[in-house]
């Protein structure tokens, strides 16, 4: 008798520590856009899962929950095959390896942003807005890596392999230098053409009329304003240092009006 009637105890007892400790090892979050982000555990905070892709927590990633599509078990990365002959220097290597660490990303877009004279922020947020930080981001259309390189792309910009953190942001970087120089420091044109393509821009003579780009524009530019706000580096009149496609709109109405990215977003080149 005792017996069942702690077993109904016991079931609720269970579905408790479920929703108390919401974390899988080993899961992948795909999320709407298609990008898949692994991590080792996962949690959710308000209207954000928080996605720690480090073991020991240090690391983590807030998505908006109702951007997550499904949660997925990771699978297992395959052990390659070491031919007998180099089993010897098998140890070395890994070894050599483990005394590797993987390169911090913050490091990374700063040396990136200081070499194409960006702003680190900008570029976080270019990053933030392509995989969310996701180094082995595959889009379904091909393109990989934190900022989501096309082959192509990556390739011009010699970029050997997107899935290195340091060459991808560091062609992604360069791509978007030439981007603004070639848009006359216009961030919004340079973001659209990052995203649809620089034949697109010229064809419609500025954002193109995907609800697609128009919402990344918009995104990134709005997720750059807040770093810059958060930081105290608003303009003095509260107006904002980049401007979403709506809001350049407007002001190519205005007379005079100019974006006030030239001077935030990237350095003009000296003359």
């Known amino acids: 008798m005792k017996a ?22 080993g899961e992948v979050a795909v999320l709407k856009n298609g990008f ?23 690391s983590f990633i807030d998505v908006p929950t109702a951007e997550i599509e499904h949660f997925e078990m990771a699978p297992d990365d395959p052990e390659p095959e070491i031919p007998p002959a180099a089993n010897s220097a098998k140890s070395a290597r890994a ?17 990136a942003s200081g070499r ?3 702003d680190p922020d900008l ?10 930080f996701n180094v082995r981001a595959v889009s379904p259309k091909g393109a990989q890596g934190l900022m989501q390189l096309m082959p192509g792309t990556a390739s011009q910009l010699g970029v050997p392999n997107a899935f290195d953190a340091e060459a991808n942001v560091d062609g992604g970087a360069k791509y978007l230098r030439e981007l603004l ?6 961030l919004v044109k340079a973001l659209a053409a990052y995203n649809a393509g620089p034949h697109r821009v010229e064809k419609y003579g500025g954002v193109p009329p995907y609800s697609e780009t128009r919402a990344y524009v918009a995104r990134i530019v709005k997720d750059f304003n807040k770093k810059k706000v958060a930081k105290g580096q608003a303009a003095p009149d509260n107006t904002v240092v980049a401007k979403s496609p709506a809001q ?11 974006n006030t990215t030239r001077t935030t977003a990237a350095s003009a080149p000296s003359r």
């Open 4 to 25: 069942r009637r702690l077993q109904p105890f016991v079931c609720c007892f269970t579905l408790l520590v479920m929703c108390v400790v919401p974390c899988l090892a």
């Open 36 to 58: 898949a982000i692994k991590h080792e555990r996962r949690e959710v905070v308000g209207d954000l899962t928080r996605l720690y892709v480090s073991a020991d927590g240090a």
């Open 95 to 111: 070894r050599t390896v483990a005394a590797t660490p993987a390169p911090d990303i913050s490091d990374v877009v700063n040396q």
């Open 116 to 118: 194409y004279r960006l």
């Open 123 to 132: 570029v976080n947020s270019v990053i933030k807005a392509e995989s969310g």
């Open 181 to 186: 120089e070639r848009y006359n420091f216009d």
């Open 248 to 258: 350049t709109k407007q002001n190519s109405r205005n007379a005079g009006s100019k």
